[in-house]
């Protein structure tokens, strides 16, 4: 016999929802929770015929993506793709959903659109939530360990969620189950005081390197996530550090099989302290508030630094100048 509830966990996968929006569901009408007041079940359930009939809305709607499952793709807030879809950035379809509200479909075609116009290049800053986090407090490539020395590495997987890949098993595992199951827990801890900001330096680093993943476990213990920010591509990791002094001893690394990789800024060992230092000189520009204010528009429309826009219009200038001469 079919039983005439489904739990929390059953109406989120059913609907492909968050249990949390589950939850909003039934504070809201939509769904209606079956009254426990004995507290005799151990879990939530929602009446199975509203549950049904809102699955069978759902599938008159066009088919694709919501707001937050594009942010998860796309490595960006929810509050950012709804920017991008009022925008136009992102083509979306808006569709009646209950009695006053509409929600955004996102078509495939149209997701694969905004993919190749949002996805992070190599000019543009590294977000945080790239390579950070702030849930679990950790960060991307990250070194853990099990009671029985089995390694893993924080790895996203092709549909950005976090997890490990484990080595002796050579395969990814959520993060829930690489901790439950397999009791990994953090070789090293990964914060560190925020150094003052004196420009970065950055490395390129093809992914089948050798010095990568020490360099990335130093980076991470001694300079902390607070100074480090990383970005993966298919083949190689840009690493970008705050330029400062920091302890380089003990490492199996050394300045010679850094520098070929080293792509912005200097680096110098000296008595076993490491200097990076930035290619860039900090400078005071005045501009008219209604200019700046333009600048500021034009270098968030890019997803770039008020800087690199600054810096790239000079450069254009100097070559306009250039060729004219």
């Known amino acids: 016999m079919q039983k005439d509830w489904y739990t929390q966990k059953e ?18 009408g939509k769904i209606k929770k079956i009254p426990d007041p004995h507290r005799i079940h151990r879990f939530a359930r929602y009446h199975r015929e509203e549950v049904d009939q809102l699955a069978l809305e759902q599938e008159s709607h066009p088919k694709g993506m919501s707001p937050p ?30 009695d006053e509200r509409t929600i955004y479909v996102i078509s495939q075609d149209a997701f694969e659109a905004a993919k190749r116009i949002l996805s992070p290049t190599r000019n543009e800053r590294i ?16 070194l853990f360990k099990s009671p029985n020395e089995q390694t893993a590495r924080v790895v996203k997987n092709e549909n950005n969620d976090w997890g490990f890949h484990l080595h002796q098993y050579q395969k990814w595992v959520p993060y829930n189950e690489g901790i439950s199951k397999y009791s990994l827990k953090p070789a090293y801890d990964i914060h560190q005081h925020l150094l003052e900001n004196k420009g970065y330096v950055y490395f390129n680093i093809p992914l089948n390197e050798d010095i990568l993943y020490p360099f990335i476990d130093y980076l991470l213990m001694v300079w902390g996530i607070e100074n480090v920010g990383f970005r993966k591509f298919d083949e190689e990791v840009i690493l970008s550090i705050k330029a400062g002094e920091k302890p380089f001893k003990h490492i199996p690394l050394d300045a010679d099989q850094l520098n ?10 000296l008595e076993e302290v490491i200097y990076f230092h930035s290619a860039y000189r900090k400078t005071n520009l005045e501009l008219p508030i209604k200019m700046l204010d333009s600048v500021k528009q034009l270098a968030e429309d890019e997803n770039i630094t008020i800087s690199q826009w600054i810096e790239r219009a000079i450069e254009e200038s100097l070559q306009d100048k250039k060729e004219t001469l």
């Open 11 to 28: 109406v989120a996968e059913k609907l492909g929802l968050s249990k949390a929006t589950v939850y909003h569901y039934s504070k809201q």
């Open 69 to 98: 499952q594009v942010a998860k793709q796309l490595g960006l807030s929810v509050q950012m793709v709804y920017k991008y879809i009022h925008d136009g950035t992102i083509k979306a379809d808006e569709v009646p959903f209950g």
């Open 127 to 142: 977000r945080k939530s790239e390579y950070y986090h702030s849930q679990y407090d950790i960060s991307v490539f990250q």
């Open 260 to 269: 070929p990789f080293l792509t912005e800024g200097t680096l110098t060992v």
